[in-house]
């Protein structure tokens, strides 16, 4: 059965804070990808893990992050990429120093789709970074995948789902399992012998 094979590029930085040598390894690898995985019975492989470190001055505009991630991408097809290309780069901050999280995912591209995280150790107001880190990541392969947004309780797919992991873990409903199976489906996977 087909593999879905993931090129991970992650940027450190000073808009990172937490993230030392380690990186996001200190987020287990498998913890992002892992409910997809099990949700759908495809296997994920990770083809390449990509990290450089982020020396621009300000992330502070969602046009800089949005332009960041493009030179992203520009550079990661330059390097091999293979299959879904998920970025995670440092947070958006604010002028008063206040990091947001946030994901851009294009929806259903399982075989060549491209993703945008932004992830961090802590958050600004002292707690936890890495679980909301951790769902946006699985939020944006959801959607990469073929999850859409699913505001009708609280799970992985929630389009506020980065706020509610705050406070609770959260779960991929059924209807999201079968949007997915469904994308997945008309890309190839399932098939057996390939
Ligand atoms: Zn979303």
Request: charged share 20%; aromatic share 10%.
């Amino acid at each position: 059965m087909k593999e879905l094979l993931i090129t991970v590029f992650y940027l450190s930085g000073a808009f990172a804070p937490g993230f030392d040598a380690q990186g996001i390894s200190k987020i287990q690898p498998c913890a992002w990808y892992e409910p997809i995985q099990k949700a759908t019975g495809v296997k994920v492989r990770i083809h390449k893990f990509i990290k450089r470190k982020h020396f621009a001055p300000e992330l502070q505009r969602l046009e800089d992050w949005t332009k960041l991630s493009y030179r992203t991408f520009a550079w990661m097809s330059r390097q091999k990429a293979k299959g879904i290309r998920m970025a995670f780069l440092p947070p958006l901050v604010d002028p008063l120093g206040n990091r947001y999280m946030a994901g851009l995912a294009q929806l259903c591209k399982p075989l060549n789709g491209l993703a945008v995280v932004n992830a961090q150790e802590v958050r600004s107001n002292g707690s936890d970074g890495i679980y909301p880190s951790t769902v946006i990541a699985t939020h944006e392969l959801g959607h990469l995948v073929g999850a859409e947004h699913l505001d009708t309780e609280f799970n992985v797919m929630h389009s506020q789902a980065a706020f509610y992991s705050s406070t609770q873990k959260l779960g991929i409903a059924q209807k999201s399992i079968n949007q997915m199976k469904r994308c997945l489906t008309a890309n190839g996977f399932y098939k057996r012998g390939k």
